[in-house]
């Protein structure tokens, strides 16, 4: 069983900028697309970014491209999450998971608990 534990959230300005981290329990890490996700209150659960098991393939949602980059590190077991130029409409807790896919097949493990990012004034 995979553990996933998002960290770096927090309350920000619009503007501002955080840096989300997703460490996972076990080896084989690289074996896998990684995703981060995130659910705004009363909203489903929506896919924010992927990255290929290498780096050599990433997608973003509209709503955040430009703003956000997703990296991994592989040596960590680590995935990353900057996310600059946050809006009130980023608030949400970010959940990060292995992903069928770069194209969002769907998540393989059990979530983690999240981390909640809040952007206001």
């Known amino acids: 069983q995979v553990q996933l534990v998002e960290s770096g959230g927090g309350l920000v300005h619009p503007g501002g900028s955080l840096r989300l981290s997703c460490a996972a329990s076990?080896?084989?890490?690289?074996?896998?697309?990684m995703g981060w996700y995130r659910q705004a209150p009363g909203k489903e659960r929506e896919l924010v970014a992927t990255i290929s098991h290498y780096s050599s393939n990433i997608n973003y949602a509209d709503s955040v491209k430009g703003r956000f980059t997703i990296s991994r590190d592989n040596a960590k077991n680590t995935v990353y999450l900057q996310m600059n130029s946050l809006r009130p409409e980023d608030t949400a807790v970010y959940y990060c998971n292995a992903d069928r896919s770069v194209y969002g097949g769907g998540r393989l493990f059990p979530w983690g608990q999240g981390t909640r990012v809040t952007v206001s004034s």
């Open positions: 076990r080896d084989g890490f690289s074996g896998y697309v």
